[in-house]
C-alpha cells in the first residue's frame, strides 16, 4: 500500500485524489489518509503530490503511518475530486513536526 504521511498536514494540496483509480482517499481537517486495505499499489498518486507526502510502505518514513492511514480512512469522508488547498499551503511544505498540528 501507499499511505500519506506527515508532510501532507497544513498542505492538503489534494492533487492525489484526482489520479487515483479506486477512490481510495479520505479527507480530514488538514491532512488526507489512504485506505490501505483499498489501495491497489498502483504508484500514480505518489509523484502527483508537490509536498511529496505519498509513500509505499516499504518506505522506513512510512512505517509509522500505516495505522494512522488505516483508523482515520474508517472515520473520515471519502475524497474524489481537488478542492480549495489552504491559503498558506506553500508556506507549510516542507516543515518538520507538523503532527503537532494534526486536526483528528
Ligand atoms: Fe490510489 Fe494508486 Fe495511490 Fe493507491 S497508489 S492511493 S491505488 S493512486
Ligand atoms: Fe496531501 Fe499531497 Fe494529497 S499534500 S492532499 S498527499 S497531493
Given at each position: ?56 510502505d ?9 495505522e ?37
Amino acid at each position: 500500500t501507499y499511505v500519506v504521511t506527515e508532510a501532507c498536514i497544513r498542505c492538503k494540496y489534494m492533487d492525489c485524489v484526482e489520479v487515483c483509480p479506486v477512490d481510495c482517499f479520505y479527507v480530514g481537517e488538514n491532512m488526507l489518509v489512504i485506505h490501505p486495505d483499498e489501495c491497489i499499489d498502483c504508484g500514480v498518486c505518489e509523484p502527483e503530490c508537490p509536498a511529496e507526502a505519498i509513500l509505499p510502505d516499504s518506505d522506513e518514513r512510512a512505517a509509522a503511518w500505516v495505522e494512522h492511514n488505516r483508523k482515520f480512512a474508517q472515520a473520515w469522508p471519502n475524497i474524489t475530486r481537488k478542492g480549495t488547498p489552504p491559503p498558506d499551503a506553500d508556506e507549510w511544505k516542507g516543515k518538520p513536526d507538523k503532527m503537532q498540528f494534526f486536526s483528528p
